[in-house]
């Protein structure tokens, strides 16, 4: 436990889990703002703390606080086909992985039925998501909450369209009426929910920082992604005013345009030289530039997902040079690394033999560099 809580961060210079201020996070102009003073973002992403055990949601939210971060940003999921079964699941359900490998145990949130032909939500499922925001908030964590995944990985929209026998990954969930009325009952039951640990509604829980609309909602043509995020991003600004909201696309081809939608507080880009043919240098101008396009649009930009794998040569100090570059740049309020894991149930930390992505609070030299990291964005000693 830590003394000596800081306005801007949440966090005390210690990284104490005191009680936070009950101010919401605003926006005024490329900055972020609490309480009176600036919020930089030093933020971690986790897919798995909406179906993880509590034990493992603990654990990633305590390293996180250990990190020296103050924001973790996640997706809602699982999606799965019918509960009987008659409408498949597309992705594999049962598998008996460990969380971070999307071993869900029998979690989900939303279904089909078949009887009323239209999408299900599983109540108990949100028991998890209770979980993790009173937790968070115990932590002075902020959230930032996708409200779907685009990726099948466990369902998200694309096991949305194949409720209704579609094959189109990228048109159909965007402009079927069935599937954007889904979506929009979606957003209503959510932020409406009442936590049943904390009894605030999550559209009135400062918690939450920020909604998405999607993680990397890649509809296809851009003029169909450009008016579903449009559309819905009202809605969302109608119903759940008190919070920030951006559209949660990649944006690193578009370079942050949805910056331009009105109804969108900040925007964010995600960043992986490996799949954009970038050298890490390539990668530190692509910084500079966003940073710049965000100044001149007179709204924040967030890099909110950046890896680089640990098999290149001088991985943590293209973080630390990366990280570095973005805390001098006006227009960007900060960065979430993709991705911090911890130990799962069986004790072990993942794998990892993908993409070589993760971060972990194991000593290691990149630990060291994203825990400095932190401190230098949020502008405080680092926690001992």
Same mark, same amino acid.
């Given at each position: 436990?830590?003394?000596?809580?800081?306005?801007?961060?949440?966090?005390?210079?210690?990284?104490?889990?005191?009680?936070?201020?009950?101010?919401?996070?605003?926006?005024?102009?490329?900055?972020?703002?609490?309480?009176?003073?600036?919020?930089?973002?030093?933020?971690?992403?986790?897919?798995?703390?909406?179906?993880?055990?509590?034990?493992?949601?603990?654990?990633?939210?305590?390293?996180?606080?250990?990190?020296?971060?103050?924001?973790?940003?996640?997706?809602?999921?699982?999606?799965?086909?019918?509960?009987?079964?008659?409408?498949?699941? +597309?992705?594999?359900?049962?598998?008996?992985?460990?969380?971070?490998?999307?071993?869900? $145990?029998? #979690?989900?949130?939303?279904?089909? #039925?078949?009887?009323?032909?239209?999408?299900?939500?599983?109540?108990?499922?949100?028991?998890?998501?209770?979980?993790?925001?009173?937790?968070?908030?115990?932590?002075?964590?902020?959230?930032?909450?996708?409200?779907?995944?685009?990726?099948?990985?466990?369902?998200?929209?694309?096991?949305?369209?194949?409720?209704?026998?579609?094959?189109?990954? *990228?048109?159909?969930?965007?402009?079927?009426?069935?599937?954007? =009325?889904?979506?929009?009952?979606?957003?209503?039951?959510?932020?409406?929910?009442? #936590?049943?640990?904390?009894?605030?509604?999550?559209?009135?829980?400062?918690?939450?920082?920020?909604?998405?609309?999607?993680?990397?909602?890649?509809?296809?043509?851009?003029?169909?992604?450009?008016?579903? +995020?449009?559309?819905?991003?009202?809605?969302?600004? *109608?119903?759940?005013?008190?919070?920030?909201?951006?559209?949660?696309? =990649?944006?690193?081809?578009?370079?942050?345009?949805?910056?331009?939608?009105?109804?969108?507080?900040?925007?964010?880009?995600?960043?992986?030289? $490996?799949?954009?043919?970038?050298?890490?240098?390539?990668?530190?101008?692509? +910084?500079?530039?966003?940073?710049?396009?965000?100044? $001149?649009?007179?709204?924040?930009?967030?890099?909110?997902?950046?890896?680089?794998?640990?098999?290149?040569?001088?991985?943590?100090?293209?973080?630390?040079?990366?990280?570095?570059?973005?805390?001098?740049?006006?227009?960007?309020?900060?960065? +979430?690394?993709?991705?911090?894991?911890?130990?799962?149930?069986?004790?072990?930390?993942?794998?990892?033999?993908?993409?070589?992505?993760?971060?972990?609070?194991?000593?290691?030299?990149?630990?060291?560099?994203?825990?400095?990291?932190?401190?230098?964005?949020?502008?405080?000693?680092?926690?001992?």
């Amino acid at each position: 436990m830590i003394v000596g809580l800081t306005a801007a961060t949440g966090v005390n210079a210690q990284g104490s889990t005191e009680a936070a201020k009950p101010g919401f996070v605003t926006v005024a102009g490329s900055s972020f703002m609490l309480d009176g003073g600036e919020f930089r973002v030093a933020g971690v992403n986790n897919h798995y703390l909406t179906f993880g055990s509590e034990r493992e949601v603990l654990a990633v939210l305590d390293d996180a606080v250990a990190m020296g971060a103050n924001v973790v940003r996640t997706f809602l999921q699982p999606v799965i086909g019918s509960t009987d079964g008659t409408v498949p699941t +597309i992705w594999d359900f049962t598998s008996a992985a460990e969380a971070s490998n999307l071993g869900v $145990k029998g #979690n989900y949130l939303l279904s089909f #039925n078949p009887a009323t032909r239209s999408m299900a939500i599983h109540d108990e499922g949100f028991r998890k998501v209770d979980f993790l925001i009173a937790e968070a908030a115990k932590r002075n964590l902020r959230l930032m909450i996708a409200f779907l995944d685009f990726w099948a990985y466990t369902g998200g929209s694309q096991q949305m369209r194949a409720w209704y026998g579609s094959t189109d990954k *990228t048109g159909f969930f965007f402009k079927d009426e069935r599937t954007k =009325a889904d979506y929009r009952a979606w957003v209503h039951y959510v932020v409406n929910r009442r #936590n049943r640990l904390t009894g605030i509604a999550y559209k009135d829980d400062p918690t939450i920082m920020a909604w998405e609309l999607m993680n990397e909602p890649n509809a296809q043509p851009d003029q169909l992604r450009d008016a579903w +995020i449009a559309e819905m991003a009202a809605l969302v600004k *109608t119903i759940a005013p008190k919070q920030l909201l951006t559209s949660g696309h =990649a944006n690193t081809g578009t370079k942050m345009s949805d910056l331009l939608l009105k109804d969108i507080d900040y925007s964010g880009w995600h960043g992986y030289p $490996k799949y954009y043919g970038q050298t890490a240098a390539d990668f530190r101008d692509q +910084i500079v530039e966003f940073c710049g396009i965000a100044r $001149k649009a007179g709204k924040p930009a967030l890099l909110s997902e950046f890896g680089w794998a640990r098999s290149n040569r001088g991985q943590p100090a293209a973080y630390d040079d990366w990280l570095a570059t973005l805390d001098q740049q006006e227009g960007c309020a900060g960065w +979430i690394v993709w991705r911090l894991v911890s130990r799962q149930d069986h004790g072990r930390f993942p794998a990892d033999a993908h993409d070589q992505f993760d971060i972990r609070n194991d000593g290691s030299p990149l630990w060291s560099v994203m825990r400095a990291a932190a401190a230098r964005t949020l502008r405080k000693p680092p926690a001992n």
